[in-house]
């Protein structure tokens, strides 16, 4: 818990480091999403092998989504950065 203060503390006190804290944590957030959804999508590929062109066509919609959001994000941090 300490080193997570002592970091906190460094990246505010840098100025810009805040928005590149929050590009972090929208790749890794991006990456955990499309993860789980990969997952579930093979899960349930796996219980219903009939029905696996739903399954990837949805699957594929929802990681542009959440590909899409963290993209924004991320060029939302850069402005901030570069401001």
Do not use: H
């Not at 990246?11 to 810009?16: A, C, F, I, L």
């Not at 972090?24 to 990969?38: E, K, P």
Request: hydrophobic residues 60%; charged residues 10%.
């Amino acid at each position: 818990m300490e080193l997570l203060a002592i970091f906190l503390q460094t990246v505010v006190s840098e100025g810009t480091g805040l928005a590149a804290l929050g590009a972090g944590v929208a790749a890794v957030g991006a990456g955990i999403g499309v993860g789980r959804i990969g997952g579930s999508a093979l899960e349930s590929i796996a219980r219903q092998p009939e029905s696996l062109g739903d399954i990837r066509a949805n699957m594929i919609v929802a990681a542009a989504l959440v590909e899409g959001v963290a993209l924004f994000a991320i060029i939302i941090c850069l402005l901030v950065v570069l401001k």
